[in-house]
Protein backbone atom coordinates (compact mmCIF):
# COMPACT_ATOMS: atom_id res chain seq x y z
CA UNK A 1 0.00 0.00 0.00
CA UNK A 2 1.90 3.17 -1.43
CA UNK A 3 -1.43 5.24 -0.48
CA UNK A 4 -1.51 8.49 1.55
CA UNK A 5 -5.24 9.68 2.00
CA UNK A 6 -6.17 13.07 2.80
CA UNK A 7 -9.83 14.08 4.50
CA UNK A 8 -11.92 16.00 3.83
CA UNK A 9 -11.39 16.47 -0.11
CA UNK A 10 -12.56 19.93 -0.20
CA UNK A 11 -13.15 22.72 2.77
CA UNK A 12 -15.29 25.48 2.86
CA UNK A 13 -14.73 27.73 6.21
CA UNK A 14 -15.32 31.16 7.54
CA UNK A 15 -12.82 32.67 9.09
CA UNK A 16 -14.11 32.05 12.41
CA UNK A 17 -14.80 28.74 12.07
CA UNK A 18 -12.23 26.20 13.61
CA UNK A 19 -11.55 23.40 11.66
CA UNK A 20 -9.19 20.13 11.17
CA UNK A 21 -7.28 18.78 8.39
CA UNK A 22 -6.56 15.23 8.50
CA UNK A 23 -3.47 12.57 6.76
CA UNK A 24 -2.92 8.60 7.20
CA UNK A 25 -0.23 6.76 5.90
CA UNK A 26 0.10 3.28 6.38
CA UNK A 27 3.73 2.12 4.78
CA UNK A 28 5.11 2.64 8.10
CA UNK A 29 6.83 5.91 7.26
CA UNK A 30 8.42 8.05 9.95
CA UNK A 31 8.41 11.06 8.30
CA UNK A 32 5.35 13.25 7.51
CA UNK A 33 4.73 16.63 6.37
CA UNK A 34 2.33 19.41 5.49
CA UNK A 35 2.39 21.58 2.70
CA UNK A 36 1.09 24.78 1.31
CA UNK A 37 0.58 25.33 -2.77
CA UNK A 38 -1.38 28.06 -4.13
CA UNK A 39 -2.33 28.18 -7.93
CA UNK A 40 0.07 27.72 -10.57
CA UNK A 41 2.77 27.78 -7.80
CA UNK A 42 5.41 24.80 -6.31
CA UNK A 43 4.47 23.27 -3.37
CA UNK A 44 5.69 25.36 0.10
CA UNK A 45 6.60 23.02 3.15
CA UNK A 46 4.91 24.00 5.80
CA UNK A 47 6.23 21.44 9.04
CA UNK A 48 7.70 17.91 8.89
CA UNK A 49 7.54 15.58 11.70
CA UNK A 50 9.95 13.25 12.58
CA UNK A 51 9.06 9.93 14.73
CA UNK A 52 6.13 12.06 15.98
CA UNK A 53 7.79 15.04 16.84
CA UNK A 54 7.97 18.23 14.96
CA UNK A 55 11.09 19.21 13.52
CA UNK A 56 10.76 21.31 10.96
CA UNK A 57 8.12 24.82 11.45
CA UNK A 58 8.72 26.92 8.19
CA UNK A 59 7.89 29.90 10.25
CA UNK A 60 3.88 29.11 9.78
CA UNK A 61 1.43 31.61 11.49
CA UNK A 62 0.05 30.23 14.56
CA UNK A 63 -3.56 30.15 13.53
CA UNK A 64 -2.31 26.28 11.43
CA UNK A 65 -1.46 24.52 14.48
CA UNK A 66 -0.09 20.57 13.36
CA UNK A 67 -0.41 17.48 15.66
CA UNK A 68 0.88 13.80 14.91
CA UNK A 69 -1.37 11.84 16.78
CA UNK A 70 0.59 8.54 16.23
CA UNK A 71 3.03 7.28 13.23
CA UNK A 72 0.10 6.76 11.18
CA UNK A 73 -1.63 10.18 11.25
CA UNK A 74 -1.00 13.70 11.27
CA UNK A 75 -3.59 16.61 11.80
CA UNK A 76 -3.77 20.19 10.63
CA UNK A 77 -6.00 21.75 13.02
CA UNK A 78 -7.24 25.56 11.39
CA UNK A 79 -8.22 28.51 13.08
CA UNK A 80 -8.83 32.27 12.48
CA UNK A 81 -7.49 31.83 8.78
CA UNK A 82 -7.32 34.52 6.49
CA UNK A 83 -8.70 34.63 2.76
CA UNK A 84 -4.93 34.49 1.78
CA UNK A 85 -4.66 31.05 3.08
CA UNK A 86 -7.21 29.51 0.35
CA UNK A 87 -5.02 26.97 -1.00
CA UNK A 88 -4.67 23.16 -1.68
CA UNK A 89 -3.31 21.70 2.06
CA UNK A 90 -0.74 18.67 0.27
CA UNK A 91 0.46 15.76 3.07
CA UNK A 92 3.00 13.79 2.24
CA UNK A 93 5.51 10.77 4.41
CA UNK A 94 8.79 9.42 3.73
CA UNK A 95 10.56 6.44 4.88
CA UNK A 96 13.17 8.45 6.34
CA UNK A 97 13.10 10.61 9.18
CA UNK A 98 16.20 10.07 11.59
CA UNK A 99 17.82 13.19 9.76
CA UNK A 100 14.19 15.27 10.49
CA UNK A 101 14.13 17.20 7.33
CA UNK A 102 17.60 16.10 5.71
CA UNK A 103 15.73 12.80 3.99
CA UNK A 104 17.18 11.15 1.02
CA UNK A 105 13.97 9.01 0.67
CA UNK A 106 10.85 9.51 -1.49
CA UNK A 107 7.77 11.61 -0.68
CA UNK A 108 4.70 10.27 -1.33
CA UNK A 109 2.33 12.62 -1.24
CA UNK A 110 -1.93 12.64 -0.80
CA UNK A 111 -4.23 14.11 -3.45
CA UNK A 112 -4.72 16.88 -0.99
CA UNK A 113 -7.65 19.17 0.40
CA UNK A 114 -8.54 22.21 -1.47
CA UNK A 115 -9.49 24.99 1.45
CA UNK A 116 -11.69 28.01 0.83
CA UNK A 117 -11.63 30.24 3.25
CA UNK A 118 -14.23 32.89 2.80
CA UNK B 1 18.59 29.96 1.78
CA UNK B 2 17.25 27.97 -0.70
CA UNK B 3 17.38 29.11 -4.39
CA UNK B 4 15.43 26.90 -7.10
CA UNK B 5 14.62 27.89 -10.17
CA UNK B 6 13.09 26.14 -13.70
CA UNK B 7 11.50 28.01 -16.93
CA UNK B 8 7.92 28.97 -16.35
CA UNK B 9 6.77 27.18 -19.15
CA UNK B 10 7.44 24.71 -22.26
CA UNK B 11 5.36 23.43 -25.04
CA UNK B 12 6.63 20.73 -26.80
CA UNK B 13 5.19 18.48 -29.75
CA UNK B 14 3.66 14.98 -29.08
CA UNK B 15 6.71 12.08 -30.69
CA UNK B 16 9.62 14.59 -29.65
CA UNK B 17 11.98 14.90 -27.24
CA UNK B 18 12.04 17.88 -24.33
CA UNK B 19 14.73 19.03 -21.64
CA UNK B 20 13.38 20.63 -18.79
CA UNK B 21 16.32 22.48 -17.17
CA UNK B 22 16.69 23.22 -12.59
CA UNK B 23 19.31 25.45 -11.43
CA UNK B 24 19.99 25.63 -7.76
CA UNK B 25 21.63 27.06 -4.70
CA UNK B 26 20.91 25.76 -1.63
CA UNK B 27 22.62 25.40 2.25
CA UNK B 28 23.67 21.44 1.73
CA UNK B 29 23.09 19.39 -0.72
CA UNK B 30 21.73 15.37 -0.37
CA UNK B 31 20.46 15.10 -3.94
CA UNK B 32 18.05 16.51 -5.98
CA UNK B 33 14.19 14.87 -6.87
CA UNK B 34 12.04 14.79 -9.86
CA UNK B 35 8.53 15.06 -9.39
CA UNK B 36 5.62 15.60 -12.21
CA UNK B 37 2.58 17.10 -10.97
CA UNK B 38 -0.95 16.89 -13.49
CA UNK B 39 -3.53 19.81 -13.02
CA UNK B 40 -5.69 19.02 -9.65
CA UNK B 41 -3.66 16.43 -8.25
CA UNK B 42 -1.07 15.64 -6.39
CA UNK B 43 3.12 14.96 -6.94
CA UNK B 44 4.41 12.13 -8.12
CA UNK B 45 7.93 10.67 -7.77
CA UNK B 46 10.09 10.52 -11.54
CA UNK B 47 13.54 10.39 -10.14
CA UNK B 48 16.20 10.68 -7.57
CA UNK B 49 19.78 12.02 -8.40
CA UNK B 50 22.40 12.36 -5.71
CA UNK B 51 25.84 11.52 -8.31
CA UNK B 52 27.07 13.26 -11.05
CA UNK B 53 25.77 11.65 -14.16
CA UNK B 54 22.65 10.60 -15.81
CA UNK B 55 19.80 8.48 -14.68
CA UNK B 56 17.78 6.74 -17.34
CA UNK B 57 14.21 5.07 -16.26
CA UNK B 58 12.05 4.71 -19.89
CA UNK B 59 11.45 7.34 -21.87
CA UNK B 60 12.25 9.38 -18.82
CA UNK B 61 16.04 10.43 -17.97
CA UNK B 62 17.30 12.72 -15.43
CA UNK B 63 21.08 14.71 -15.09
CA UNK B 64 22.98 16.29 -12.28
CA UNK B 65 26.05 17.98 -12.10
CA UNK B 66 26.49 19.10 -8.56
CA UNK B 67 29.77 21.39 -9.43
CA UNK B 68 27.32 23.44 -11.53
CA UNK B 69 23.81 23.58 -9.62
CA UNK B 70 22.24 21.92 -12.32
CA UNK B 71 19.98 19.24 -13.62
CA UNK B 72 17.77 18.29 -16.29
CA UNK B 73 15.03 16.08 -16.41
CA UNK B 74 14.79 14.68 -20.27
CA UNK B 75 11.44 13.39 -21.75
CA UNK B 76 11.38 11.37 -24.90
CA UNK B 77 8.97 10.22 -27.22
CA UNK B 78 6.24 12.64 -25.78
CA UNK B 79 2.94 11.41 -25.38
CA UNK B 80 -0.43 14.01 -24.76
CA UNK B 81 -0.54 12.37 -21.24
CA UNK B 82 2.91 14.32 -20.43
CA UNK B 83 1.61 17.66 -20.21
CA UNK B 84 1.83 18.48 -16.62
CA UNK B 85 4.27 21.22 -14.41
CA UNK B 86 7.45 18.95 -13.31
CA UNK B 87 8.66 20.32 -9.98
CA UNK B 88 12.74 19.57 -8.67
CA UNK B 89 13.33 19.29 -5.28
CA UNK B 90 16.33 19.65 -2.63
CA UNK B 91 16.12 19.55 1.07
CA UNK B 92 12.53 19.40 1.26
CA UNK B 93 11.91 22.34 -1.32
CA UNK B 94 10.88 22.63 -4.43
CA UNK B 95 11.53 24.74 -7.66
CA UNK B 96 9.22 27.11 -9.38
CA UNK B 97 7.75 24.07 -11.88
CA UNK B 98 8.01 24.28 -15.25
CA UNK B 99 4.23 23.67 -16.70
CA UNK B 100 4.98 21.67 -20.14
CA UNK B 101 1.79 21.59 -22.48
CA UNK B 102 2.19 18.48 -25.37
CA UNK B 103 0.58 19.60 -28.81
CA UNK B 104 -0.34 17.74 -31.23
Known amino acids: DTEVTQTPKHLVMGMTNKKSLKCEQHMGHRAMYWYKQKAKKPPELMFVYSYEKLSINESVPSRFSPECPNSSLLNLHLHALQPEDSALYLC?????????????????FGPGTRLTVL | GQNIDQPTEMTATEGAIVQINCTYQ??????LFWYQQHAGEAPTFLSYNVLDGLEEKGRFSSFLSRSKGYSYLLLKELQMKDSASYLCAVKLFFGTGTRLTVIP
Open chain 1, 92 to 108: ASSQDSLTGGDSTDTQY
Open chain 2, 26 to 31: TSGFNG
